[in-house]
């Protein structure tokens, strides 16, 4: 099974801020990464798919970006509502595997 | 709009068996794949089955093969997860996901199973 390591675990800071998000994978995906965006109590949300595809009515604030094993989410200017747990989920090879998750906390 | 609402979740003990449901609405439910992911207390998130949109083909983790079967009834759009031989490492929120080409594409808010004596 293909392993994703997302980086950082946690991640502190203010609206307004610029803040990225990372997930490498061990083998090469060919661009197959989603990032969704989870809310206590709440269904997952997808935010980006295929690295760079922004999911219909997901602010343009989010945007992603990579290639081969490395990829980043990155949110331009944090607002109150995007304070949530993000993960990553390749599905370029079977079984789909998820990264372990960030969790991103007001500073 | 796009829904899926888990049931059948609770408290079982080890070695006995659970019947999970997924109901959705807001698309044509025959024409796709569905999944279930589950996701441990304190855990990620791990994928546990797939089945195709018309039920001819079926995936399974290697941890839950043998044990948990994943059906489809199309005509009351419905997804299910028979759980057998629980194990206390089964414990998860169980979600369903609809499968589409760019990924697990909505979800489900999830149903709590827990194996426990």
């Known amino acids: 099974d293909i392993q994703m390591t997302q980086s950082p675990s946690f991640l502190s800071a203010s609206v307004g801020d610029r803040v990225t998000i990372n997930c490498k994978a061990s083998?090469?995906?060919?661009?197959?990464l989603n990032w969704y965006q989870q809310k206590l109590g709440e269904a997952p949300k997808r935010l980006i798919y295929?690295?760079?595809n922004l999911q219909t009515g997901i602010p343009s604030r989010f945007s992603g970006s990579g290639s081969g094993t490395d990829y980043t989410l990155t949110i331009s200017s944090l607002q109150p509502e995007d304070f949530a747990t993000y993960f990553c989920?390749?599905?370029?090879?079977?079984?789909?595997?998820f990264g372990a998750g960030t969790k991103l906390e007001l500073k | 709009e796009v829904q899926l609402v888990e049931s059948g979740g609770g408290l079982v003990q080890p070695g006995r068996s659970m019947k999970l449901s997924c109901a959705a609405s807001?698309?044509?439910?025959?024409?796709?794949?569905m999944a279930w992911v589950r996701q441990a207390p304190t855990k990620g998130l791990e994928w546990v089955a797939t089945?195709?949109?018309?039920?001819?083909?079926?995936y399974y983790r290697d941890s839950v093969k043998g044990r948990f079967t994943i059906s489809r009834d199309n005509a009351k759009s419905t997804l299910y997860l028979q759980m057998n031989s629980l194990r206390s490492e089964d414990t998860a929120t169980y979600y369903c996901?609809?499968?589409?080409?760019?990924?697990?594409?909505?979800w489900g808010q999830g149903t709590l199973v827990t194996v426990s004596s």
């Open positions: 083998q090469n995906i060919n661009k197959y």
């Open positions: 996901t609809r499968q589409n080409p760019g990924g697990f594409a909505y």
């Open positions: 295929n690295t760079n």
């Open positions: 089945i195709s949109y018309d039920g001819s083909s079926t």
């Open positions: 989920l390749q599905h370029n090879s079977f079984p789909d595997t």
């Open positions: 807001g698309f044509t439910f025959s024409n796709y794949g």
